[in-house]
């Protein structure tokens, strides 16, 4: 079965965090360097995009619960509450949910998910001194996990860049990425606390001799991670019991940064890439950078997003 891959919706520079809302047929994801977040509904295929007012990054994006049009987002190093009715081009209007980092660090949230008990987790990573793959400062992030009641607590410390989280579908292990290890890690992940435990190694990317740094990732029904190849231009699905690559989609652009599956059925797979640092010569061959691309005939279910519980 040969996979169906369509570019969809507007260019962004930096397309991230992808999450599919069921009841508005909505995509979700930002445009990290613009401080933007983006909709695109895909039974209309119309694509809208809001700025913050104040600028920065966003990094993330995240439904609340059971509020139409409330979101959290990661906006610098803050976690913040937001209102968007889809359609308005600038958010003027945040709520700080949490601290945490100081905004003297020179560091900044790069990703985050909701994890099955209602949480959120967020990672930070350090600068890119020349815009290059080369030169992240290494070891200046951290993951944290903020409470229900706004307690946050520091789960992973001193990681590069910190990018894909997922859940295993029995909730004991939480996957996760440093993309400058170069690895997918596991962990026995403690449903009721957050607790993590026991980081095991699962796919090594040079091992493997794998192109790009592992970037965002999700999980199918089958339990198989999705990984996002940054600089490799395609997504991997991985099989986290016995580390086992099970297939490669080559996609037509480089920067490919994450994914999740949506649909009706959950059988399409949304992947967000970019193009910020794509020479004059790649743009060339990949047209299509910084597109949002949906992936069919997978023959294979995704599962939901989690949503914040506030």
């Given at each position: 079965?040969?996979?169906?891959?369509?570019?969809?919706?507007?260019i962004?520079?930096?397309?991230e965090?992808?999450?599919?809302?069921e009841?508005?047929?909505?995509i979700?994801?930002v445009?990290?360097f613009?401080?933007a977040?983006?909709?695109?509904?895909?039974?209309t295929?119309?694509?809208?995009?809001?700025?913050l007012?104040?600028?920065?990054t966003?990094?993330l994006?995240?439904?609340?619960e059971?509020?139409?049009d409330?979101?959290l987002?990661g906006?610098n190093?803050n976690?913040?509450?937001i209102?968007w009715d889809?359609?308005s081009?600038?958010?003027d209007?945040?709520e700080?949910?949490?601290?945490?980092?100081?905004?003297?660090?020179?560091t900044?949230?790069n990703?985050?998910?909701?994890?099955p008990?209602?949480?959120?987790?967020a990672?930070t990573?350090?600068?890119n001194?020349?815009g290059?793959l080369?030169?992240?400062?290494p070891?200046?992030?951290s993951?944290?996990m903020?409470s229900?009641?706004?307690?946050v607590?520091k789960?992973?410390a001193?990681i590069?860049?910190?990018?894909g989280?997922?859940?295993?579908?029995?909730c004991?292990?939480?996957y996760?990425?440093?993309?400058?290890?170069?690895k997918?890690?596991s962990?026995d992940?403690?449903?009721?606390t957050g607790?993590?435990s026991n980081?095991n190694?699962i796919?090594?990317?040079k091992t493997?001799?794998?192109e790009?740094?592992?970037?965002?990732?999700?999980m199918?029904?089958?339990?198989?991670l999705?990984v996002?190849?940054?600089g490799?231009?395609?997504?991997l699905?991985?099989?986290?019991?016995n580390?086992?690559?099970?297939?490669?989609?080559?996609?037509?652009?480089?920067?490919i940064t994450?994914?999740?599956?949506?649909g009706p059925?959950?059988?399409?797979l949304?992947?967000?890439?970019?193009?910020?640092?794509?020479?004059?010569?790649q743009?060339?061959?990949?047209?299509?950078?910084?597109?949002?691309f949906?992936i069919?005939?997978?023959?294979?279910?995704g599962v939901p997003s989690?949503?914040?519980k506030?």
């Amino acid at each position: 079965m040969e996979p169906i891959i369509e570019p969809i919706g507007d260019i962004v520079e930096l397309g991230e965090g992808p999450i599919y809302d069921e009841e508005s047929k909505n995509i979700y994801f930002v445009d990290i360097f613009q401080a933007a977040i983006q909709r695109y509904n895909t039974e209309t295929k119309e694509h809208y995009t809001a700025k913050l007012a104040s600028g920065g990054t966003v990094s993330l994006i995240v439904q609340v619960e059971g509020q139409k049009d409330r979101f959290l987002i990661g906006h610098n190093n803050n976690l913040e509450l937001i209102t968007w009715d889809g359609k308005s081009e600038v958010i003027d209007k945040t709520e700080i949910y949490a601290r945490l980092e100081s905004m003297k660090a020179k560091t900044r949230i790069n990703d985050g998910k909701v994890d099955p008990a209602g949480r959120i987790w967020a990672g930070t990573m350090g600068p890119n001194v020349e815009g290059t793959l080369n030169d992240f400062v290494p070891e200046q992030g951290s993951l944290y996990m903020a409470s229900r009641d706004r307690d946050v607590s520091k789960q992973l410390a001193k990681i590069g860049i910190s990018n894909g989280l997922s859940w295993s579908l029995d909730c004991t292990k939480f996957y996760f990425i440093d993309s400058l290890k170069y690895k997918v890690d596991s962990y026995d992940y403690n449903h009721d606390t957050g607790e993590l435990s026991n980081e095991n190694t699962i796919f090594d990317f040079k091992t493997n001799n794998i192109e790009g740094l592992p970037d965002g990732m999700t999980m199918d029904f089958e339990g198989k991670l999705w990984v996002a190849c940054y600089g490799g231009g395609q997504i991997l699905r991985i099989d986290p019991d016995n580390g086992k690559l099970l297939r490669t989609i080559k996609l037509p652009a480089l920067e490919i940064t994450s994914a999740c599956f949506g649909g009706p059925n959950y059988d399409q797979l949304y992947v967000t890439s970019a193009r910020k640092l794509v020479t004059p010569d790649q743009s060339k061959k990949y047209p299509y950078a910084g597109s949002l691309f949906k992936i069919t005939n997978l023959g294979v279910d995704g599962v939901p997003s989690f949503k914040i519980k506030l």
